[in-house]
């Protein structure tokens, strides 16, 4: 009997201990593993009131930004949204220049600075008739006139376009609104002198107008002295 005993008790010694070991072991026979969290960086606080670490990186690339956006809120101080300095004024240079067109000068600039800012005066401007030592205004126009022809006053409105400055009118780059102004013409006959422009080229002589239909020997006559070619 002792035998059988023997046997008996061992079998239920691995019984238990395969108890215990089904016990300890998680579902599926997965062993755990270590956290994949790193542990936390030396000093870095914990707990739940702690705030989030900035790395030093971090903190580098917040503070250029920070300089930059600094530095264009100083750049915006000194210039308008074009780029142009905010203490800056407009003006438009056409006649005897080098290179009509608008300039951007200081407040105080005198007309001699405007000229130089729109390439010079060529060698046929007539000098004399401007006074370059007057202050500029925002938005004016200064016309450099040829020797013998008129400068509008400073102020006035800027001529049409075609419009000469001693007030004639080219019929060859006059717009309907410059042809419209001249006596007997009106809208219709001007849409038609810039219609014959267009399908016959440049006029050569003052006479041709005399070609435009509806234009007549009357109407001819009243506007000779008035336009050019």
Do not use: C, K, Y
Not at 1 to 14: D, F, G, I, K, W
Not at 81 to 96: M, R, T
Not at 197 to 206: D, L
């Amino acid at each position: 009997m002792r035998p059988r005993v023997a046997v008996t008790s061992l079998v239920v010694v691995l019984l238990l201990t395969a108890a215990v070991v089904l016990v300890r072991t998680p579902a599926g026979g997965v062993t755990p593993v270590a956290s994949l969290d790193a542990a936390p960086t030396a000093g870095a606080a914990t707990g739940p009131d702690a705030e989030p670490a900035i790395s030093s990186d971090a903190d580098e690339a917040v503070g250029s930004a920070a300089r930059e956006a600094a530095g264009a809120d100083d750049a915006g101080a000194s210039t308008g949204a074009d780029g142009v300095p905010s203490d800056g004024v407009v003006v438009h240079v056409v006649g005897q220049v080098v290179t009509p067109g608008l300039v951007t000068v200081a407040a105080d600039a005198r007309v001699a600075d405007a000229l130089e800012a729109a390439g010079g005066a060529t060698a046929d401007a007539d000098l004399a008739a401007l006074n370059l030592a007057r202050t500029v205004t925002d938005g004016e126009q200064i016309v450099v006139p040829r020797p013998g022809e008129a400068v509008p006053a400073t102020g006035s409105a800027p001529p049409a376009a075609g419009t000469a400055a001693d007030g004639t009118v080219d019929l060859n780059t006059a717009d309907a609104a410059a042809l419209d102004a001249l006596p007997g013409i009106g809208p219709v006959l001007a849409e038609r002198i810039v219609a014959w422009r267009e399908e016959n080229g440049p006029f050569t002589t003052v006479d041709e107008l005399g070609e435009v239909s509806g234009i007549g020997p009357a109407v001819l006559a009243d506007v000779r002295d008035l336009v050019r070619v």
